[in-house]
């Protein structure tokens, strides 16, 4: 039986911080990639998160509208993905960080995020 060769966390998306699920889930993904590490096998534990596209949008733009009465249609694509991006790196940040006091044995060299530059060059192509 073969064991997996990497594991990915389901990223939590950038709306906030973690919750109590978010802990039972990466405790129990931690306990897998630990075993599999104990029996032998090449592990990859990545940590990151999500976009969430719909739900970041939301929160974005209520912080927007509270801050400058603004909504993303005001502010204009380039400016509100600005947003998005300062926006991430405050929860994201929150959420890498409450990830990683945990003590999950996750590969912190390699922390993604889903709104990456590569996924925006994709959905402009098409």
């Known amino acids: 039986m073969g ?13 906030g911080a973690l919750h109590i699920g978010h802990a039972l889930t990466g405790a129990i993904e931690d306990m897998l990639v630990r ?3 104990m029996s032998e096998y090449n592990t990859l534990w990545v940590p990151g998160v999500d976009h969430a ?6 929160v974005v733009e209520k912080k927007s509208m509270k801050e400058g009465n603004k909504t993303r249609h005001d502010l204009g694509r380039e400016q509100f993905v ?19 006091r945990t003590g999950m044995s996750l590969d912190w060299s390699r922390e993604v995020y889903s709104f990456a530059e590569w996924s925006l060059s994709i959905s402009r192509s098409f």
């Open 35 to 37: 075993w599999w590490r």
């Open 82 to 100: 600005a947003e998005v991006y300062k926006w991430k790196e405050q929860s994201g940040g929150t959420i890498c960080n409450q990830f990683c």
């Open 3 to 15: 064991g997996p060769e990497k594991e990915v966390v389901p990223p939590p998306n950038v709306t």
């Open 53 to 58: 596209g719909i739900a970041t949008q939301v």
